[in-house]
T-cell receptor, first 117, second 112 residues
Framework: DSGVTQTPKHLITATGQRVTLRCSPR?????VYWYQQSLDQGLQFLIQ???????AKGNILERFSAQQFPDLHSELNLSSLELGDSALYFCASSPEGLGGAITGELFFGEGSRLTVL | GESVGLHLPTLSVQEGDNSIINCAYSNSASDYFIWYKQESGKGPQFIIDIRSNMDKRQGQRVTVLLNKTVKHLSLQIAATQPGDSAVYFCAELVTGGFKTIFGAGTRLFVKA
């Protein structure tokens, strides 16, 4: 158990809908990272938050947004869903160095599997 | 781009044999590298890491080799076991940076 909690584990929805994925980082970790993994593909970095602030952005679509709350949990919002958004969405957290810089490994949750029909 | 969107290459080995998984990284400034293992239905998990001031690092049954000249990493698994069947990702980062970039991944099948 990595200590990172993601909900829901599975989600099935229709095109055009909006969903919210939730992540609680490990106790003490201030950073949260979101990754997308499509079927049999690699991990695509979406976005990182550190202590409530956006720190780094990857290939995140404009239809997607995220935030990190004062209690450090994070939510990834996916809207106007398309079939191609079907994927595993992973959240990770890590202990950080100064200013939220990465110092080592990421601890991943078990992912939220999104299916868009 | 950040992570290559390709279908996963596959390596199939016999139980008990050694496995070698290769990875080419992209950023010459990357100075810290990590191998992750992802089992079916789970998130990636740390296996071993190496910093750029080293060429080789050994763990329990695993060894990582780093060739900075050609920007190449390899993961060697000794006496491969069925429990090693998984997808393996290399990851690179710049110390002090904010992003971990993952390679495309390799699926390892271990035949009993």
């Amino acid at each position: 158990d990595s200590g990172v909690t993601q909900t829901p584990k599975h989600l099935i929805t229709a095109t055009g809908q909006r969903v919210t994925l939730r992540c609680s980082p490990r106790s003490g970790d201030l950073s949260v990272y979101w990754y997308q993994q499509s079927l049999d593909q690699g991990l695509q970095f979406l976005i990182q938050y550190y202590n409530g602030e956006e720190r780094a952005k990857g290939n995140i679509l404009e239809r997607f947004s995220a935030q990190q709350f004062p209690d450090l949990h994070s939510e990834l919002n996916l809207s106007s869903l398309e079939l191609g958004d079907s994927a595993l969405y992973f959240c990770a957290s890590s202990p950080e160095g100064l200013g939220g810089a990465i110092t080592g490994e990421l601890f991943f949750g078990e992912g939220s599997r999104l299916t868009v029909l | 781009g950040e992570s290559v969107g390709l279908h996963l290459p596959t390596l199939s080995v016999q139980e008990g044999d050694n496995s070698i998984i290769n990875c080419a990284y992209s950023n010459s400034a990357s100075d810290y590298f990590i191998w992750y293992k992802q089992e079916s239905g789970k998130g990636p998990q740390f296996i071993i890491d190496i910093r750029s001031n080293m060429d080789k690092r050994q763990g329990q049954r695993v060894t990582v080799l780093l060739n900075k000249t050609v920007k190449h990493l390899s993961l060697q698994i000794a006496a491969t076991q069925p429990g090693d069947s998984a997808v393996y990702f290399c990851a690179e980062l710049v110390t002090g940076g904010f992003k971990t970039i993952f390679g495309a991944g390799t699926r390892l099948f271990v035949k009993a």
